[in-house]
């Protein structure tokens, strides 16, 4: 009999803390959507697809010179260039074999 009303009030005590535990959760989350503003996510949204957009465009101005870079020096010593392409598709050959 002690051992079932002890069963009981564990029992009871814990649906109680889990109750607590539901309540400060849900009063938690209403803080957090109360305290989050609208119009801030969208200015940081702003910023990050600005920054963004400014990366994407440095890194394809960044390419397009090196490209520019690289047509330049292939035309400048189409010989030595040939060469080694052929070199480096020699190695990725076999490479890929094994």
Known sequence: MLATNTRDAVASDVKAGASR???DVRQTANNVRRDINQPDLEGIAHDIGQK??????????????????LTSEIRSRPVQSSLVALGV??????????
């Not at 963004?52 to 870079?69: A, P």
């Open 52 to 69: 963004v957009h400014d990366y994407v465009g440095d890194t394809k101005d960044r390419f397009y010179k090196v490209s520019d870079e």
């Open 21 to 23: 535990i539901g309540n």
């Open 89 to 98: 598709g020699f190695l990725v050959g076999l490479l890929v074999r094994r």
